[in-house]
């Protein structure tokens, strides 16, 4: 299933998927694997996302 | 393993490598015999071979075992241009014999180009080594009757059908070759003391130093290094299963003699590209995508160089006997290789090509 929530908040701070890979230190094919719900991460690399983009858990990866 | 431990095994292994290339320092040094080089004219005229031998005259310095290395070939001629000149459909059937003054047949061979690595007790003296053209089957039955014995004569002439050689030509045959004594140890073991060394010190400093605890760190996030061990095992079992088909079919005859070699190479091949376009597609492939423009086109160049080569050797094969005992049969199994190894770059290629611009597209999104 794709991550919307995560290309939305992404796209609301005007990051690329490469600079978000850049942040958490990730290749931008693995950005890209996540939005498209191609790959499930581990909760380390979810933080990781969470806090570069400055939002929970539950906002970008709970499944409601 | 512990550091400690690999660093003392590496410094054994170290310290084997340097005995092996001491080994054949040593063994060079001690190499006494006789080397030679040599072109001679050779000219087929009614199916005769003119002069219908040619001999050299050497002398060995040291009694003991000898290794003896022949090699002769028609310069300036295609191997495709020897088979109207031989008289089978895949040699230049040659005798070679060394004799010396009390012995008349101290050594002798017949063969189509070549006669490797074959040991034999010799005393110190002068010798006569000897290449004879037989040019028919009668010539072969009279010379393996003379050198190898009268009741296997007949056998091996049978081996070669023939009538003579087919064509008048002016041939300048090229003629190399060692006679060298073997002193101690020979230096192809010290060679492969030395290259098990080596190998051994590789594996312990990539088992030891290299990986997620060593020296260098992967470069790898979760999600690559997951993928890198999904294409490890794609690779495993494409090749378990390409075996498995592989052995059955070798079992139940459909895989010509000739064939194992290019057959057994193709499961190396198709494990490797599998394996490195699962990777490719799935960037977890360490060098090829730091620059995909130079790589493929230096993939692309390596595969032309090898399709090359395939084309090149499978042409001449099919001019001679490609699934006989011979030089064709040599030839397509090196053709047959070089084209498994070219479809296997050009995978390659390609994956990472449409990678790339794939990657092109999502950037632009």
Redesign the interface.
């Known amino acids: 299933m794709k991550n919307l929530k995560l290309k939305s908040a992404r796209a609301a701070l005007d990051l690329s998927q490469q600079d978000l890979a850049d942040m958490v230190g990730v290749s931008r094919q693995t950005i890209n694997s996540i939005e498209k719900g191609d790959y499930n991460p581990t909760i380390n690399l979810c933080r990781a996302i969470c806090k570069a983009l400055g939002k929970t858990l539950d906002e970008l990866f709970w499944e409601e | 393993m512990k550091k400690t431990t690999a660093l003392i095994l590496i410094l054994v292994l170290a310290l084997a490598a340097a005995a092996g290339i001491w080994g054949m320092i040593g063994a060079a040094r001690n190499d006494s015999g006789y080397s030679f080089s040599a072109q001679k004219n050779l000219e087929i005229k009614g199916g005769k071979a003119e002069p219908e031998k040619v001999s050299m005259d050497f002398g060995i310095d040291e009694d003991g075992d000898h290794t003896v290395s022949l090699i002769w070939t028609p310069m300036g001629k295609e191997l495709s241009d020897l088979k109207d000149l031989q008289p089978s459909d895949y040699s230049f059937i040659t005798g070679c014999v060394i004799s010396s003054a009390d012995d008349p047949c101290v050594y002798a061979t017949s063969a189509g180009w070549m006669s490797v690595d074959t040991t034999i007790n010799m005393k110190a003296g002068n010798y006569t080594l000897t290449f004879y053209y037989l040019t028919s089957r009668e010539a072969y039955a009279d010379f393996a009757a003379k050198y190898f014995g009268t009741e296997s004569a007949e056998t091996m002439a049978d081996w070669f059908e023939w009538d003579s050689f087919k064509k008048d030509d002016k041939l300048v045959v090229s003629y190399r070759g060692t006679v060298s004594a073997e002193n101690g140890v020979s230096s192809n073991l010290w060679l492969a003391l030395v290259i098990v060394s080596v190998s051994g010190m590789l594996i312990l400093i990539m088992l030891a130093y290299v990986g997620k605890d060593g020296i260098r760190k992967a470069d ?5 290094q997951m993928e890198r061990g999904k294409a490890s095992a794609l690779g495993l079992y494409t090749i378990i299963g390409y075996l498995l088909i592989m052995f059955i079919a070798d079992a139940l005859g459909f895989i010509g003699s000739g064939l194992h070699t290019p057959v057994y190479m193709g499961g190396l091949v198709l494990c490797v590209t599998v394996s490195a376009a699962y990777s490719i597609w ?2 977890c492939y360490f060098a090829l995508n730091q620059n995909r423009v130079r790589n493929v086109i230096v993939l692309g160049i390596i595969f032309l160089m090898n399709l090359a080569s395939g084309i090149f050797n499978m042409r001449l094969a099919a001019k001679m006997d490609p699934f006989g005992n011979g030089s064709g049969s040599r030839l397509f199994r090196v053709g047959f290789c070089a084209i498994e190894l070219a479809a296997g770059f050009l995978v390659i290629a390609v994956v990472l090509f449409l990678k790339h611009r794939k ?1 092109l597209r ?2 632009e999104e």
């Open positions: 790898y996030d979760e999600r690559q799935h960037e990657d999502e950037e």
